[in-house]
């Protein structure tokens, strides 16, 4: 390319970095920088978050635990959890509903599962379902350190594709009162409908959906809104660490299959 040509674009480059100077910051902390720390200490930026637990959060305390996951992500390395934010919307909305029995898909490191399990009722169940079998690990030592037991939050190592069909016969959920959608946002429309063809959604339950704007599920929010069995609403938020990134949770209420 010839120094004319290149000199044409500048103008074009600048306009491009300043406008998306915070998705150019994100990417390099959730890719650059964390692939090169993956590297340098072996160990995923999970696990080196659960170590900053293990010696700073208090054990058999959720909200000191997440706290001290916030600190972290914010002065040491960016975690892209749910964050405090969003995290006040997830837990107004568990109490409001008072789930007897509740679903999580994507558990991640378990950050948006401490704030469902201890925003249950008495005697509230939560399962939580993660892919990644060395970042499950992760979750349920932090999960357990939290002071959780098998009872009230149960782990399930596997995909959402194919745990959802097996939910009612071999983990004994009936229903799912509330579900939370916190894995990959092109995975939520089919796992949606595959909720709503295994029956586990009672008239009436709460669907929240995380990230709904960034990355964004807009085939999933096109379902929600044209098939008439939901109710919707949207709470807009800024991603965590980047407030000027806009993003969202979709709160659907399901008024059944008819």
């Not at 910051?25 to 959730?30: C, K, Q």
């Not at 898909?105 to 892919?131: D, F, K, N």
């Not at 060395?134 to 959780?148: D, M, N, S, Y």
Request: charged share 20%; glycine share 8%.
């Amino acid at each position: 390319m010839s120094p004319a040509i290149a000199l044409a674009f500048l103008p074009l480059v600048v306009t491009l970095l300043v406008r998306y100077r915070h998705h150019f910051r994100l990417l390099v902390r959730t890719v650059l920088l964390r692939r090169i720390r993956d590297c340098l200490s072996g160990l995923q930026i999970e696990e080196r978050a659960f170590s900053y637990v293990l010696t700073h959060a208090l054990p058999g305390d959720p909200g000191h635990i997440l706290t001290t996951l916030d600190h972290w992500s914010s002065h040491c390395e960016y975690l892209s959890h749910m964050g405090p934010v969003k995290g006040q919307i997830l837990t107004r909305l568990v109490e409001e509903k008072a789930p007897a029995c509740a679903l999580e898909l994507g558990t991640y490191c378990g950050y948006s599962t401490l704030l469902i399990a201890r925003a249950l009722p008495p005697g509230g169940h939560l399962l939580t379902v993660e892919r990644n079998p060395r970042t499950a690990a992760v979750a349920e030592k932090l999960i357990r350190l939290a002071g959780f037991n098998d009872h009230t939050v149960e782990l399930i190592v596997g995909s959402s594709e194919e745990v959802i069909p097996r939910l009612r016969t071999q983990y004994q959920l009936s229903r799912a009162d509330l579900v939370l959608l916190a894995h990959r946002p092109r995975c939520y429309l089919r796992d949606l409908q595959l909720l709503e063809a295994h029956a586990l959604l009672p008239a009436g339950a709460t669907v929240l959906a995380d990230h709904v704007l960034f990355p964004g599920a807009p085939r999933f929010l096109q379902y929600t809104k044209s098939c008439g069995r939901y109710r919707c609403r949207l709470h807009h938020t800024g991603l965590p660490g980047f407030p000027a990134i806009k993003d969202g949770i979709a709160q659907l209420t399901y008024s059944g299959p008819g």
